[in-house]
Structures are given as C-alpha cells and as structure tokens.
C-alpha cells in the first residue's frame, strides 16, 4: 500500500483552519488538522515545502516509522511549527489506519472506557452580573463544567477571554482578526484583589456540583500564583490553569509547596520533553497538550500513559482554533484513556463549519459520544473548502500600565 499524494487546504468560516488529506493507491484517505493559531501559514507551508514530497510512495500504515523519520530527520527538533506539520500527518495516518480496520478509532487504542466524555465549557462575563448570566446559560444546556473568566473593576482593557462589553447572552469568542495585534493592559493587583472573590461567588450561587475552572494565562509571578492558589482553595476549582509561564518549571514546584488546587498546564507544550519533568515530580494534576501541536496521535499517547504513571489527568487544549479534525482525534483518546480527566470544547457547530467537516460525533447534556464511524468520523468537502480563504490573524500583546511588555 502506498501514499500517492497529499494536498494542504487553509481556510474555513472564521477560522484559518490547515487541512491534510492524504491519499493512498486503495482509494482510503485520511485527515489531519495542522492549524497553529494565528501562524497558520508555517506549518502549511511546512508540509507543502519539505514533508508531503517525502510522504509519496511510503506505507501509510506504518505511521510510527513516518513518525520517526520526520522527528528524528528534521534535525532542528520540536518547536509548534514542525509538531503540527507532524501531528497533521500523523492524524491522518491513524485515520487511514482505522478505515483499513473498518472501526472508529479509539478501537485500536484499547476501545472505550467510558460512554460520555466530559467536557467543558468557556462562560465569560464583563464583569460579575454578566458572568453569572453566562455561567447559568451553559449549566441550563446540561455543562457540568465551566471555565469561568471576569472583567476586573479598574483594569484599562477587557483582559484574556473576557468581552469589552455585556456580553448580553451571547458567546465570547476572542477576536484574533489583523495582522497587528490588539494591546491589552494588564494589572496583577487588581486581579489578584478581586478573583479569588468573584470565583467564590461563583460557586456560591451555583452550588457544590458544579465543576468551575479558571485560567490564568500566564499572568503571574511564581510567588503571586502560590498566593492565588492557596487563596482559591475554599472554592474547590476543578483546575487552575497556566498560573505562571511553564517556562520556568521551578515555579509549579513553589505553587505545590503552598496550595492543593489543582493545576493544569501544557497548551503551549509540543513534546514529552517539555512536560516529563512536571509529570514524573507530580508537580500537576492535568497535562493540556492538543494532537494538533504537539506531534499527533503517536506522540500525545506517548505524554498520556506517561502521565497515567503519576497520577496526571488529561485536559486536552479545545480551543475554537482546532478543526474539527483534531477535535475528533483528541474525543478519540478521550474515550480511551484510562486517565481521562476533562476537555476544553466550544461548540462550532455552525452550520458552515459543519459543512466543511460533516460528522456524527455529538455533544448530549455536557459529555461527548464519540462516533462509531470507521477512522476519525470526520469527513472534509473539499467544494465547501473552496469558498474560505487565508485571513491573517494576531494574539493580542499585553503590556503593564507603564507600558512593559507582558505575557498574553
Ligand atoms: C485556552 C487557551 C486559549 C489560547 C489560544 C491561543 O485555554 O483555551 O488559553 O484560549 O489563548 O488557544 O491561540
Ligand atoms: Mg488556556
């Protein structure tokens, strides 16, 4: 069996999404999803460049050895843009792999086990009032689990996640649109003066069940996230998120000596070697790595049986930039892993991008059911494909009130 060729779409309704398709001499293809947000064109180009041209004429089937020899071959190891050229391939074989095998793909993981997988949601509010309509709207759809974010009083501009105004019943995406970035200005005094708070109202008003998450992005300084951290505990958070940049992997050691919220990291992670050493010291509680940045199904499942050996649950990265492509892949791990925990999901399900990418995988009352479709249970129409083209778009800067540069 052999790869006779393999084609690279950008473009999508709203999104710039970087579709692989992958086709073989027995007429099965497969898909992957390589969209890195906001640098979409790199890993297109990637794959266009330097990896499809080696992809002709191999065994699809044997994915690992594809695995191998662009990692290993490509000499300047990891980094976003490479992992998610890989990754989109490697999906893509894994695809084909399971139509050969006639099942969905979580079968030749292990199969199920569980029926519905958890996920979670982003309610968002200017401030607090708008919040707890936001909040209310996704536990009245049946969410057992939501990412709470909230306007600060006094803070210059609307911060990460958050909308400039009422969001009046609508839900907030961040608009990534242009090619120069958004600035936004950021105050950890403010923040750190008034979250801990508007998250235990929070729980208040919707009571113990309710799973409520909270990302930081980033935001704070090793010793402030500790303080955060231990301030949250009486809310009981389901996870805090990205308190610190995971560059510096001391500071998750110095949040563990103080607080036991626990916390999830690794969306900004493409390899094991960026997380082994926060898995192996059990300085986390959820790994955040997505198939789409971080090397695909093969090197992903390496991260998740690593962090089944210490306790580490996953949370998948979901966020609007993802294609339902990789989406699939990571709902197919989902209803495998033994160590499942949580995933991010926001509801695309327009009908244009369900157009471009016809599947049956569903979303009942705040847990998905994987389909039983052969492969990753996602379908591509090319002709829909046609009518989207390229926008550029940037991640907002953020700066402190005198004009430093800070973390987004
Ligand atoms: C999340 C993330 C995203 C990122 C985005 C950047 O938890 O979903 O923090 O919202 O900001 O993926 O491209
Ligand atoms: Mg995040």
Redesign the pocket.
Known sequence: MKITDARVFVGGPGKNYVTLKIMTDQGVYGLGDATL??RETLPAAYLRDYLIPNLIGKDPRNSEDIWQFFYRGAYFRRGPIAMAAFGAIDMALWDIKAKLAGMPLYQLFGGKSRDGALVYA?ATGADLDDLMESVARYVALGYKAV?VQCGIPGMPTAS??VPEQKSAGKDHI?D?SGIIPKTEIWDTDRYMRFMPGALAEVRDRFGPELKILH?V?HRLLPREAAEFAKAVEPVGLYWL??PTPAEDQSALRLIRQHATTPIAIG??FNSIWDCNALIENELIDFI?VAVTYAGGITHVKRIVDLAALHHVRTGF??????SPISMAAQHHLNAWAPNFGIQ?Y?VLGTPACDALFPSDHALRDGLFHVSDAPGLGVDFDEDEAARYEYAPGS?PVVRLEDGTMWN?
């Open positions: 947000n906001n982003h990412r990460y996640a961040t990534f990302d992005h998120e990205d969306e900004v955040r990265h979901g966020a609007p930039s993802h991010e926001l991640h987004y």
